[in-house]
């Protein structure tokens, strides 16, 4: 059974950092596609940022959506199982529920209960 576990978030003024953090267990983060996603109220589910294993061992891609790039960083740590997503000089429109994600070769897709992120003065 494949269950993914966020932690980490929470409310802070614009400007300041957030780290999540997404334990997983029952498949490995190293072997599959993970990554972050976002949802605002009234809006759709929506990539931020990804980590992408292209079959050779080793061989992997990160992509972020526009809105983050140079502002958030993916990351993972194989030997605890767990992805990160570094935010810093976080904005108002940054304010979302935040959902880890996995993806198999074969076309499993998981999902974590998600972590409120709230950035306001």
């Known amino acids: 059974q494949v269950q993914l576990v966020e932690s980490g978030g929470g409310f802070v003024q614009p400007g300041e950092s957030l780290k999540l953090s997404c334990a997983a267990s029952?498949?490995?983060?190293?072997?599959?596609?993970v990554g972050w996603y976002r949802q605002a109220p009234g809006k759709q589910r929506d990539m931020v940022a990804r980590?992408?294993?292209?079959?050779?061992?080793?061989?992997?891609?990160?992509n972020y959506a526009a809105s983050v790039e140079g502002r958030f960083t993916i990351s993972r740590d194989n030997a605890k199982n767990t992805v990160y997503l570094q935010m810093n000089s976080l904005k108002p429109e940054d304010t979302a529920v935040y959902y880890c994600n996995l993806q198999t070769g074969n076309g499993g897709d998981y999902w974590g209960q998600g972590t409120q992120v709230t950035v306001a003065s």
């Open positions: 980590i992408r294993n292209l079959g050779e061992i080793g061989l992997r891609r990160t």
């Open positions: 029952g498949m490995s983060v190293r072997q599959n596609t």
